[in-house]
């Protein structure tokens, strides 16, 4: 039995490790790089959307934070019934959140495209974001 | 050993790993280092294993990941402690599952392979474990709920950040049975004041701050 352990746990370890340093190859060259955030469909610059949107200041944990009012934004982009949706986050590397309204409109988008909201927990904040999906 | 050695131990052991995800991991997430993945490789899987090592009770760890979750609860230094608390209590009930299969005395970890390769499996499977968890109860806790493309719209990114805790893993616990073997123990009479005295101050230092901090 422990025989049969000591040939198993070895490969599943080999295993493993090829499997981290695919998965890192597979994440780093299908990162998306785009100087653009497309919002329900459509793309625009980090720059359009802070020369139309609100500027709010939140507080979170690490101190005060100032961006463009999601919920401005959403309003601004021509979602028509904003509490009837859900929002779809999506960042460069492919991670994503979604969130409905209640906290969509306490959020803010920065200028180096990162999201906070300030009262939820860190894996909502989405980095590098390319995509703002309205289903 | 009797049940309440094992209370004792449970919750110095699980108090420490609380407060070292706290404290050092705090430190090393503001310097903008991978803090989730450095802190399983080390210290999640060292208090583990040594924990596992020194009691021989299976059951222990997941006890441990139940108080270190607690106590990263109120982390008073950096906030998502509810992602993180949920991703470490899953972390202990893991690693149980991982190593039901070993003997409670490690007779298969003779060798430096087996050592090596359990702890490359450790620190993978412990952190994507907690990862995934984290992300599946967070959403459903905080409120907007869990959606399925989601975690697997990410899971390229889990399965690549297990690397780092493997690697980390793959050293520790050999350097953890060596130190094991030289069988430092505290005699029976110094034992409930240094365990409850040692997760007295971990409470303390950690609640205490966040109390002044909130």
């Known amino acids: 039995m422990i025989l049969g352990k000591e040939k198993i746990i070895p490969i599943f370890a080999m295993i493993v490790i090829f499997v981290g340093i695919f998965s890192t190859i597979y994440?780093?060259?299908t990162n998306i790089d785009r100087d653009t955030i497309k919002i329900n469909g459509q793309e625009y610059t980090i720059d359009q959307l802070f020369s139309m949107c609100e500027m709010?200041?939140?507080e979170i944990d690490k101190g005060e934070i100032t961006g463009i009012a999601l919920d401005d934004l959403i309003s601004k982009v021509g979602v028509g019934c904003p509490q009837c949706v859900k929002y779809t986050i999506k960042a460069k590397d492919k991670y994503q959140q979604t969130v409905d309204w209640d906290i969509m409109k306490t959020g803010i988008l920065t200028d180096y495209s990162r999201v906070y909201f300030p009262d939820t927990a860190h894996s909502f904040w989405v980095r590098d974001v390319i995509e703002?999906?309205?289903k | 050993m009797n049940n309440f050695k094992l209370l004792a131990g449970i919750l110095v052991f699980g108090s420490l790993w609380g407060f070292s995800e706290c404290i050092i991991g705090s430190g090393i997430n503001e310097l903008g280092l991978p803090s989730g993945a450095i802190m399983t490789g080390f210290f999640t899987i060292a208090f583990l294993v040594i924990s596992r090592r020194i009691y021989q009770k299976p059951g222990m760890q997941?006890?441990?990941?139940l108080v270190a979750g607690g106590l990263r609860l109120f982390n008073p230094f950096v906030g998502c402690q509810l992602c993180s608390a949920l991703a470490i209590?899953?972390?202990?009930?893991?690693f149980e599952a991982l190593w039901y299969k070993i003997s409670v005395n490690f007779s298969e970890l003779k060798t430096p392979i087996m050592q090596v390769s359990m702890g490359i499996l450790s620190g993978?499977?412990?952190y994507i474990g907690g990862y995934i968890v984290t992300q599946i109860l967070t959403p459903i806790i905080s409120g907007p709920g869990f959606f399925i493309e989601n975690l697997i719209a990410v899971m390229p990114n889990i399965l690549s950040s297990g690397l780092l805790p493997a690697i980390i893993g793959a050293f520790v616990i050999p350097v953890v049975l060596f130190i094991n073997k030289l069988d430092i123990r505290l005699k029976d009479r110094f034992y409930y004041p240094t365990t409850i005295g040692v997760s007295a101050f971990c409470w303390f230092f950690v609640f205490g701050y966040w109390l002044l901090l909130t």
């Open chain 2, 62 to 65: 997941l006890g441990m990941g």
């Open chain 2, 124 to 126: 993978y499977f412990v």
């Open chain 1, 132 to 134: 703002i999906e309205v």
């Open chain 1, 27 to 29: 994440v780093q060259s």
């Open chain 1, 56 to 58: 709010r200041i939140i």
């Open chain 2, 89 to 94: 209590m899953a972390e202990g009930a893991i």
